[in-house]
Nanobody, 132 residues
Framework: QEQLVESGGGLVQPGGSLRLSCAAS????????IAWFRQGPGKDREGIAC????????HYRESVKGRFTISRDNAKNTAYLQMNSLKPEDTGVYYCAAQSGPGAGLLFKQCVLSQVSSMNGWGKGTLVNVTS
């Protein structure tokens, strides 16, 4: 059974950094597209960082470009989201998703376009609260 578990969230001051982790079981991340989504208070869930399963191509939401970095550690079968220069508007619950095979391309598209209405099987996410 495939499972993704997010962790690493917390309370941080503006300008601070956090690294989120997404530990996978039952799914090999080295051949998967990986995506991080965020849902802020009163907002829709949106794709913020996307990593393809081919050539490790990445896409970032404009609001996080230059501040966030998505990556994976194949040996640990874990994906990460390094978040620097955090802003209050980065507050929200962060979720990861991963798909291998034919679903990888669809997940990357869903991440880029924030097409989440057809997505299911979300984990619990991890809460990031950026406040002074």
């Amino acid at each position: 059974q495939e499972q993704l578990v997010e962790s690493g969230g917390g309370l941080v001051q503006p300008g601070g950094s956090l690294r989120l982790s997404c530990a996978a079981s039952g799914l090999a991340l080295d051949s998967s597209a990986i995506a991080w989504f965020r849902q802020g208070p009163g907002k829709d869930r949106e794709g913020i960082a996307c990593l393809s399963n081919s050539n490790d191509f990445t896409h970032y939401r404009e609001s996080v470009k230059g501040r966030f970095t998505i990556s994976r550690d194949n040996a640990k079968n874990t994906a990460y989201l390094q978040m620097n220069s955090l802003k209050p508007e980065d507050t929200g619950v962060y979720y990861c998703a991963a798909q291998s095979g034919p679903g990888a391309g669809l997940l990357f598209k869903q991440c880029v376009l924030s097409q989440v209405s057809s997505m299911n099987g979300w984990g619990k996410g991890t809460l990031v609260n950026v406040t002074s």
